[in-house]
């Protein structure tokens, strides 16, 4: 059993609840930095601070794990947790490497570990052949977007349920249609992990996901143009993507004829499980293990 202490404030509650959920971690909270100082840090086999910055030079025989939610770009704070012994973790690659490539993360190691899934909430009531429902997924992308898909299913008269992000929604009713959905479209942005695509893909429904190429295309923040994507965790087995209104028609057609042959919890199974995820943050513990 490893022993960490957690700065416990303004962690992500779906990362939480998977760390929690790590059979093999036995969880210690804290609230402040200060707080370090009432700890024999000797007892623990690493500080996590999910979203705060802590002078790891105070403590030189400490473990610090930092991230993901420091902010979406480097900031000067991360000059407090430069030392061998800390790593900073983003929950996927893309990500991780939109970070590297800053000077402010010279001398930072920074990993790509994302957090599991609950395969067991989000789990296959019916199979597919028992399900008719239909969804559409949208988070903070142009409006016209949302409406040519909206327009493209009213032309087939296709009825859907529609899940904004943006406008939040009651998860047990996501649930509850995730588990009468016989497939699902996405238009989202940017995902560093992306769970709720993540827990529609452990109820093995199939999506159809028109993918971001850049951090642009979300609405509001006027990011600059990094090349980015709405499906960090992904496979053949998950659905299919496309980028270009253009190609809708086509990747639809396709995403239809193969609906029945889709496995994406089984992909979820295999690369996002709890116990998948909870080995790549043991290792995390480890200086020397990558």
Not at 126 to 146: G, I, S, W
Not at 225 to 237: G, K, L, N
Request: aromatic content about 16%.
């Amino acid at each position: 059993m490893k022993k960490i202490l957690l700065l416990y404030r303004d962690f992500h509650h779906k990362n939480r609840a998977a760390l929690y959920a790590y059979k093999s971690i036995q969880i210690t909270p804290f609230y402040t930095p200060e707080e370090l100082s009432h700890f024999n840090l000797g007892e623990y086999d690493a500080v996590y601070s999910p979203t705060y910055p802590i002078d790891v030079s105070k403590y030189p025989n400490t473990r610090f794990i930092f991230g993901p939610h420091f902010s979406v770009f480097p900031e000067n704070s991360l000059k407090w947790i430069k030392g061998p012994n800390s790593v900073y973790i983003q929950p996927s690659r893309w990500a991780a490497d939109v970070w590297r490539v800053s000077p402010l993360c010279k001398e930072i190691d920074i990993r790509h570990v994302p957090f599991g899934v609950d395969t067991h909430t989000f789990n296959e009531i019916n199979p597919l052949n028992e399900r008719t429902e239909v969804f559409v997924y949208y988070k903070t992308r142009a409006q016209d977007d949302l409406m040519f898909i909206k327009d493209k299913l009213h032309e087939m008269g296709i009825t859907y349920q529609l899940f904004s992000y943006d406008y939040r929604y009651n998860e047990s009713e996501y649930i509850n249609c995730l588990h009468k959905a016989k497939y699902g479209i996405w238009v989202g942005r940017h995902e560093s992990q992306g769970f709720a695509l993540e827990e529609a893909l452990s109820c093995n429904v199939p999506l159809l996901v028109w993918d971001v190429l850049s951090m642009n295309q979300e609405m509001g923040p006027n990011y600059a143009d990094i090349p980015a994507t709405t499906i960090p965790y992904w496979d053949s087995r998950c659905g299919e993507i496309f980028y270009k209104r253009e190609h809708f028609d086509y990747t639809y057609s396709l995403f239809m004829s193969k609906l029945r042959h889709y496995k994406p919890r089984e992909y979820v199974l295999s690369t996002l499980a709890i116990d998948r995820c909870e080995k790549e943050f043991l290792k995390l513990l480890n200086p020397s293990s990558h």
